[in-house]
């Protein structure tokens, strides 16, 4: 079956440090997503990549779709302890038969910490 | 708040038991979608429903059930619990537009614990 798969499990940076993880898939994905989940809390959209090779910022986060529509990373400028938490992407498994069966894959995220 | 409730926040029960997890979606949502987290295994995607049917299937286990009822809420059963299914279970919800889905929202997660 689709796997979606993530580098690295673990990321423990100096704040002021950049982060980056990485994200590939074993499929063509349509679109890929991050989601961003605090210690105790529960995975927050983040982005969404529609297109080949697009690439999109959000203020010190930047997201990379792949040329191939398989891999995907999401690089983080100049770390803060806000950052702290765990990056997980996600793609979707599309069937065939129609629009209303959606099954979101996650990668098994990286846990980022940041030492201030 | 992303607009996703899940019940009970917290769960203790013994080998054996059953238990039931309730999640009611996103205002205007219609698919409701069950995941485990465990520390190992990330992410793993349960089960979908979609306006009260299922629709897409992972690895839930047999002794696993869920259902969506007409106003939308949705319960996981698990029964004949045993100590691995110690777990965060999430509930997620979206909804399906001309432009495809929604990206999910999560409730906060009911975190279940066997002993």
């Known amino acids: 079956g689709q796997q979606v798969m993530q580098i690295p499990q673990y990321q423990h940076v100096q704040e002021g440090e950049d982060f980056t993880t990485y994200c590939n898939s074993s499929t063509t994905l349509s679109n890929i997503q991050w989601y961003k989940q605090r210690p105790g809390g529960h995975p927050v959209f983040l982005i969404q990549l529609v297109k080949s090779g697009e690439v999109k910022k959000q203020k010190r986060l930047t997201f990379q779709f792949g040329e191939a529509k398989k891999n995907s990373s999401l690089h983080i400028t100049a770390t803060q302890t806000t950052d702290v938490g765990t990056y997980f992407c996600?793609?979707?498994?599309?069937?065939?038969?129609?629009?209303?069966?959606?099954?979101?894959?996650f990668g098994k995220g990286t846990l980022l910490t940041v030492n201030p | 708040d992303s607009g996703v409730t899940q019940t009970p926040k917290h769960l203790i029960t013994a080998t054996g038991q059953r238990v039931t997890l309730r999640c009611s979606p996103r205002?205007?949502?219609?698919?409701v979608y069950w995941y485990q987290q465990s520390l190992d295994q990330g992410l793993q995607f349960l089960i979908q429903y979609y306006n009260g049917e299922e629709r897409a299937k992972g690895n839930i286990l047999e002794r696993f059930s869920a259902q969506q009822f007409p106003d939308l809420h949705s319960e996981l059963n698990l029964s004949s619990l045993e100590l691995g299914d110690s777990a965060l279970y999430f509930c997620a919800s979206s909804v399906y537009r001309e432009a495809g889905w929604s990206p999910l929202h999560f409730g906060n997660g009911t975190r279940l614990t066997v002993t």
């Open positions: 205002s205007g949502d219609l698919s």
């Open positions: 996600a793609g979707p498994l599309l069937r065939g038969r129609g629009g209303s069966n959606y099954k979101l894959t």
